[in-house]
């Protein structure tokens, strides 16, 4: 069973402008929730993370935005880079030390 | 450190034969993992390991599928028989103190086709 959803597979936007990638989570128990980037023919590296104590949690350009009523996160991506083109997992984490991802959503932004 | 380091990198076999794949995670990391990556279910965990003791294989597919982890240093992936339903990559990745909370170190992965 998918535990971590992300409804959109694609996301294309115009550099300099604002990325927002979604993801909803089922697992009442996660919570810790991290965002990943994947190039091709790379693994995923870490980008991101927030615990379910924050709402909030910003690193330069990311923030990441955490809804637990709602069971959603989001990361913004402000302003958009050509060089930020990649595949963008989700994933969250409970105590039982496992971490769960999404299917990801390749965004793309144009020039 | 080089990071996480997976082989081969890319293989191609036949159904019906074995393939082991091969993981050689950070040095000081107590935890492994074994995902798999499909355009239909992201990534999967298939399995993980800590302290090379396997704690949950509830995301091995079948029976066809088993994994070891003999030492800190090393573990494998092995898929007897193989079927072109199994072609996905294969991502290993490693931490300190385990997932919850804590960053995974991906290698780069096995790209497999079964034929």
């Known amino acids: 069973d998918q535990q971590v959803k992300q409804n959109s597979p694609s996301l294309s936007v115009q550099e300099g402008r604002i990325s927002i990638l979604n993801c909803d989570y089922t697992n009442s128990m996660f919570d810790y929730f991290l965002w990943y980037k994947k190039y091709p023919a790379e693994g995923p590296t870490f980008l991101i993370s927030i615990s379910s104590i924050k709402d909030k949690n910003e690193d330069g350009r990311f923030t990441v935005f955490l809804n637990k009523s709602a069971k959603h996160l989001s990361l913004h991506i402000v302003p958009s880079q050509p060089g930020d083109s990649a595949v963008y997992f989700c994933a969250a984490s409970a105590l039982n030390n496992d971490m769960r991802f999404g299917a990801g959503t390749r965004l793309t932004v144009k020039p | 450190d080089a990071g996480v380091i997976q082989s081969p990198r890319h293989e191609v076999t036949e159904m019906g034969q074995e393939v082991t794949l091969r993981c050689k995670p950070i040095?000081?990391?107590?935890?492994l993992f074994w995902y798999r990556q499909t355009m239909m279910r992201g990534l999967e965990l298939l399995i993980y390991?800590?302290?090379?003791?396997?704690?949950?294989d509830s995301g091995m597919p079948e029976d066809r599928f088993s994994a070891k982890m003999p030492n800190a240093s090393f573990s494998t992936l092995k898929i007897q028989p193989s079927e072109p339903r199994d072609s996905a990559v294969y991502f290993c990745a490693s931490s300190f103190v385990g997932g919850f909370g804590e960053k995974l170190f991906f290698g780069s992965g096995t790209q497999l086709s079964v034929l």
């Open positions: 040095s000081g990391h107590d935890y």
């Open positions: 390991f800590n302290n090379n003791v396997p704690i949950d």
